[in-house]
């Protein structure tokens, strides 16, 4: 239980595009959705916190019209990168909560590349 | 404000030798702790979680830590290191910030293992 998906896995765009990446829940409904980006060889830094139904919730420093998060179902988050430049390339991670839960589940990752 | 240390970015051991990456956390209420292992180019995956109860805690693939108060770590062991157990882990804290339990990763340590 508890499986977590991402789409795709890995994306390669040139400058000046959007990226779109979804994260599911497959088998459980998640109220709250979690965005992360990871550089090389750095650790999870969280980018927002989407609750479903509610605009997102973005960290200190994170672009809200640059990182565009909506969580319109209990099962479905997207995640994307407007205009996106070479320093937007990164790992990007969504987890996965459920009402009621205190643990975060994680999907695998896309790995975002911006030529 | 939450915070977590991992003391030791880079940690070698022999193969079969004891494996003691560490975790230290500051929190204003009890926290909630986990410990995750990442692989290359992939998500994270849970190895094992205190929330409350026993503070002596057990994982998957033998490892486990012990939550203790009083020093404010959450140290991970696992008696005999395997050459599978080589990856990057990642200490987290979380805490109930009105119900998003929000997690701070530890800025992560990588585990070698020498044959």
């Known amino acids: 239980g508890a499986v977590v998906s991402q789409h795709p896995s890995r994306v390669i765009c040139k400058s000046g595009t959007s990226v779109k990446i979804e994260c599911r829940s497959l088998d459980f409904q998640a109220t709250t959705m979690f965005w992360y980006r990871q550089f090389p060889k750095q650790s999870l830094m969280l980018m927002a916190t989407?609750?479903?139904?509610?605009?997102?919730?973005?960290e200190q420093g994170v672009e809200k019209d640059k990182f565009l998060i909506n969580h319109a179902s209990l099962t479905l988050s997207t995640l994307t990168v407007t205009s996106a430049h070479p320093e937007d390339s990164s790992f990007y991670i969504c987890?996965?909560?459920?009402?009621?839960?205190?643990?975060?589940?994680f999907g695998p990752g896309t790995r975002l590349t911006v030529l | 404000a939450q915070s977590v240390t991992q003391l030791g970015s880079h940690v070698s051991v022999s193969e079969g030798a004891l494996v003691l990456l560490r975790c230290n956390y500051s929190?204003?209420?009890?926290?909630?702790l986990f410990w995750y292992v990442q692989y290359p180019n992939q998500g994270l995956q849970l190895l094992l979680k205190?929330?409350?109860?026993?503070?002596l805690v057990k994982g998957i693939n033998g490892f486990e830590a012990e939550f203790k108060k009083s020093e404010t770590s959450f140290h991970l062991t696992k008696p005999s290191a395997h050459m599978s157990d080589a990856a990057e882990y990642f200490c987290a804290v979380s805490e109930d910030t009105s119900g998003t339990y929000k997690y701070i990763f530890g800025t992560g340590t990588r585990l070698k293992v020498l044959a």
């Open positions: 987890s996965a909560k459920a009402s009621g839960g205190n643990e975060q589940f």
């Open positions: 989407s609750n479903e139904g509610s605009k997102a919730t973005y």
């Open positions: 205190y929330t409350t109860g026993a503070t």
């Open positions: 929190s204003s209420v009890p926290p909630y």
